[in-house]
């Protein structure tokens, strides 16, 4: 017996199976709701937000919430447009990202977000933060002018025994990004790069090598981000 | 690997979901986290150093340098600013030569700052070695700082003698007052210790459920889930190892009644949980209580080591074969958010005190993954109290929809703070009466996380239904400046207390309070005022309800009291530069030896 059920984004109906999130169940049917901080295949953890969706009036986050049978998830709506691109622009100010000088500059997801949602420029003051770069590990550079929090590199970069390499450090506004110095010394050449890859802006990135990919061929240059999804329709 | 830090390792087992445990005794037992010994942790427990960091880092009563033989934690909440704080501060920094957040005269005291530490009734208030010391003057300061420079411990510093009831135990020990003004059904000793226990024995988990349901109980933290609900939800959960946690570790500056319960009425409570783990199937119970609260531990822990020589605890419980539960207490380490019941069971687990993702509730997928109960130290005193007497007697006080009695903590300009326990239903004006308040200019109910009203709102009443709340009050007199003392304190507190998971309450707080700070400077302009509603919608979308109540403070001051925001903005001016030619020339000018000619 088939384990589809049916719900509603905007109003159109839908089909998934039952329990997977929305934001997966989603993009299989061609709707596109945006992430940062999810990644496919991995425990989600709803941080950034910016998948808010509204499910019976109340906002809910796309990455976390489990499909229910006759759910109504409202998405792209102005209200939750407007919450999104308010996230972006937080997370603009709350760094230092200058776009042109940045090595993921076209494969950077914020950025590619920031045009999605039409950002001109942030509506809240720069805060201008001294954050610094951490450049003492042989392989990686962790740039945390760049980073947004979103823990991607947390969850996922492991080393063989299932160790941290990256880890929180602090709370609240203070909170960093630490990389275990032990570790990121033993860094494979692979992980190095899967840490990069992992990385939705560019606050970690491979030592000694850029620009593989020239400006104008990157991911997001010629389409918006989420294209690819709503091509599925 | 120092032998104190292996030891100290064993005790724990090397597991590391008692993580926070070992860093308390570290913390403790060597003044500090030295970094060799988060390397020895690290790899005794086989994980990175960076995890360890990562829990360490979050608390802000781990550190990782000395703190001092004698090390001050001086609050700096709002009521303790209103009863003279800065001159208590002030006369630390003379009479030591140093400022807060340093360690002077030799590695002897160490000066710092904390969030509210539960004494807003007898405030200025600071704990000295997890000692707490109220009532503070600039007198007083310096001689305390006499009497740590005298070597004397922080026993031999007390003036005043101990505080009444429990306070003076010998396991306790403290000056702290209990001011219990006025008892109700909860606090009115009418009951024997193990009374509710004896009856629940009696009867099935599920009758014991239905008698709680029937009482129409409402969850005491604030957010009034149903109690017997909750309960009923976790015992039907397929999985059976199961946990009861009662959450004390009340943050939420202005609140102060679960400290003169875990005082007064430790049996009660514990005795809460016995009925709890008994109606949801569980063996273990887990008492989470805040740092702040430490000088209570010994006591606490000899009420629990009673309970089990009465057999009101341990195996066969009140003679019912198969009845085994049992209750560890486990501190927190200065968290506001893990009053959040997952953030606090991430905490439980030896985590940075980050509240989960739900569903899954912690009902179903708690502690461990374990279908779990959180109720506040309130919920669990007042359950025995209805298994005493009956749901019929205790839903026929109150209102409709919110059945009983609540603990208020009341503090702030009046002339009796201290814990009140009224029924449902109670109006502000009769609760400003109640504690001889007058000239009151706002309100703060439930905190900062509740709302600040003012006088036309005070015939409102206490009540899901009108103004629900954890219990906290704090009154405010005409001579307060609402904004500049009491807005603005509050905004940090929320940026100081905030996990920074979710990017909305880790940056909306700060952005508002920019915004907020500009205009009680005198340089905000009408639109100002627009914005921060505006913006301040957005945290309404974080994980937890901290976050989504993170800035109520501007928001709820914005709807009550808009007027003091309108007074301080140009109301002519559309846009006000925050850019400051002069200041900014300032250095250069120096340099050459010019004077800004602007």
């Avoid at chain 2, 590391?16 to 070992?22: I, S």
């Avoid at chain 2, 149903?226 to 946990?243: I, M, N, S």
């Avoid at chain 2, 009340?250 to 430790?266: A, H, I, N, S, Y």
């Avoid at chain 2, 629990?304 to 009101?312: C, H, Y």
Wanted: with cysteine; charged share 25%; glycine share 10%.
């Amino acid at each position: 017996m088939s384990n589809k059920i049916k719900f509603k984004i905007d109003g159109v109906t839908c089909e998934a199976e039952k329990g997977q999130y929305i934001v997966d169940a989603a993009w299989e049917n061609g709707i596109y709701i945006p992430t940062l901080c999810n990644i496919p295949g991995i425990k989600p953890q709803g941080s950034c937000r910016i998948c808010t969706v509204n499910i019976n009036g109340r906002p809910m986050t796309a990455c976390t919430t489990p499909l229910l049978d006759g759910m109504e998830i409202e998405n792209d709506i102005p209200e939750i447009r407007e919450i999104r691109k308010a996230i972006i622009e937080s997370l603009f100010v709350e760094g230092n990202h200058f776009c042109p000088a940045c090595e993921k500059s076209g494969n950077c997801m914020l950025q590619a977000l920031a045009y999605r949602f039409q950002m001109m420029a942030p509506r809240f003051p720069y805060s201008f933060p001294v954050k610094g770069v951490d450049a003492s590990h042989p392989k990686i550079i962790k740039d945390q002018n760049r980073c947004i929090l979103c823990k991607r590199c947390i969850k996922s970069i492991k080393d063989e025994d299932g160790k941290s390499i990256f880890a929180f450090y602090g709370r609240g506004h203070k909170l960093r990004v630490h990389v275990d110095p032990e570790l990121a010394d033993k860094l494979t050449d692979e992980l190095a790069q899967k840490a990069m890859d992992v990385c939705p802006v560019g606050s970690i990135l491979v030592k000694e090598k850029g620009f593989d990919v020239p400006i104008g061929k990157r991911a997001y240059d010629n389409v918006p981000i989420g294209s690819d999804i709503e091509g599925n329709k | 690997m120092n032998s104190t830090v292996q030891q100290i390792i064993n005790t724990y087992k090397k597991d590391r979901f008692r993580l926070m445990d070992m860093l308390i005794d570290f913390q403790e037992e060597l003044g500090f986290i030295s970094k060799e010994t988060v390397k020895d942790l690290a790899d005794q427990l086989d994980i990175s150093t960076v995890d360890v960091e990562q829990t360490l880092s979050f608390y802000h009563f781990f550190t990782t340098e000395p703190t001092g033989k004698y090390t001050v934690y001086l609050n700096d909440s709002v009521v303790a600013k209103m009863m003279g704080q800065e001159e208590v501060a002030k006369a630390f920094e003379e009479e030591l030569g140093c400022n807060f957040g340093q360690v002077c005269e030799d590695n002897l005291i160490g000066l710092f700052a904390t969030s509210d530490i539960g004494m807003n009734d007898q405030e200025p208030a600071a704990l000295i070695n997890n000692v707490p010391f109220t009532k503070l003057t600039p007198f007083r300061v310096r001689e305390l700082v006499a009497d740590m420079r005298a070597g004397k411990t922080v026993y031999e510093m007390y003036t005043e003698g101990y505080g009444g009831g429990n306070n003076k135990s010998v396991l306790v020990r403290s000056m702290v007052a209990n001011h219990i003004r006025r008892i109700g059904p909860v606090l009115l000793n009418d009951c024997s210790p193990g009374d509710a226990i004896k009856k629940i024995v009696q009867i099935t988990p599920e009758a014991v459920i239905e008698e709680v349901k029937a009482s129409k109980i409402r969850g005491r933290g604030g957010a009034g889930f149903p109690t017997g609900l909750k309960w009923e939800f976790c015992r039907a959960a397929v999985e059976k190892e199961r946990y009861i946690f009662c959450n004390a570790d009340e943050g939420e500056p202005g609140t102060f009644k679960d400290r003169v319960l875990l005082t007064e009425c430790p049996e009660m409570i514990f005795e809460g949980m016995v009925i709890g783990g008994y109606a949801i199937g569980a063996k273990k119970g887990i008492l989470y209580l805040r740092y702040e609260y430490k000088y209570l531990g010994k006591f606490l822990n000899d009420v629990l080591f009673r309970m089990r020589g009465n057999n009101l605890l341990g195996e066969n419980i009140a003679g019912l074969e198969g009845f085994n539960f049992d209750i560890r207490i486990q501190f927190g380490a200065g968290a506001y958010v893990c009053g959040e019941e997952s953030a606090l069971i991430e905490s439980t687990e030896g985590k940075r005190g980050e509240p989960r993702d739900r569903p899954p509730f912690p009902v179903e997928r708690g502690y461990l993954d374990k279908p779990t109960v959180i109720n506040n130290v309130e919920t669990l005193a007042t359950v025995v109290k209805i298994i005493n007497k009956g749901s019929e007697w205790y839903s026929a006080l109150g209102t409709n929809d919110s059945t009983g009695s609540k603990l208020l903590s009341i503090s702030g300009d009046c002339r009796f703070p201290g814990v009140y326990e009224v029924e449902w239903g109670f109006s502000i004006d009769d609760m400003l009466g109640m504690v001889g308040a007058t000239e009151v200019q706002a309100v703060q109910v439930g905190g900062p996380s509740g709302a600040l009203i003012g006088p036309d709102e005070f015939s409102r009443t206490i009540s899901y239904a009108d103004l629900a709340t954890g219990g906290a009050m704090i009154i405010f007199g005409e001579q307060r400046d609402l904004l500049k003392d009491v807005v603005l304190n509050f905004m940090d507190f929320f940026i100081e207390e905030s996990c920074g998971s979710c990017s909305t309450c880790r940056n909306f707080p700060v952005i508002l309070r920019r915004t907020l700070k500009r205009i009680i400077d005198g340089k905000g302009i009408r639109k100002d005022i627009d914005d921060m509603e505006e913006w301040g919608q957005i945290p309404r979308v974080s994980r937890c309800g901290l976050g989504q109540t993170c800035t109520n403070p501007i928001l709820t001051s914005i709807k009550n009291f808009r007027h003091l925001y309108e007074d301080l903005v140009d109301k002519d001016e559309d846009y006000v530069s925050e850019f400051d030619l002069s200041t900014a020339v300032q250095e250069s000018c120096d340099f050459v030896g010019r004077i800004p000619n602007i």
